[in-house]
């Protein structure tokens, strides 16, 4: 298994990442799947943590999915979590909403 994204980084995965990859069409998806398995090197385990955690990121106004995505960052104490999802990081960046980088893959 892979220990870092050149030389640097850990891409960590998680079921929230997977379950996003299988909404896309197929011919995508099967991009999309071989280029994430290229660079994660390891998967964010899900616990009752990670899922009470989700559920209070929900309370504070993040939708199911990007709840997940952060509970399941939080929970595998990544640094950063990279989307495109302009109101998601602009949620994210309230004072002490998370520990989490939450930041545009251009802005990384």
């Given amino acids: 298994m892979r220990n ?18 299988s909404q896309n069409p197929k011919k995508e998806r099967r991009r999309i799947e071989k280029l ?3 660079i994660k090197s390891g998967e964010a385990q899900v616990t009752t943590q990670c899922g009470v955690r ?17 509970a399941a960052a939080e929970e595998a104490g990544a640094d950063y979590l990279l989307t495109v999802d302009k109101e998601f990081i602009k949620k994210c960046s309230r004072p002490n909403f ?7 893959p251009i802005n990384f």
């Fill in 4 to 21: 870092s994204f050149y030389g640097k980084y850990r891409i960590i995965g998680s079921f929230a990442v997977v379950s996003e990859i």
């Fill in 36 to 38: 994430y398995n290229l």
């Fill in 54 to 70: 989700a559920q209070e990121l929900q309370s504070k106004g993040l939708k199911v999915m990007d709840s997940l995505h952060l």
């Fill in 98 to 104: 998370t520990t989490v980088k939450v930041i545009n």
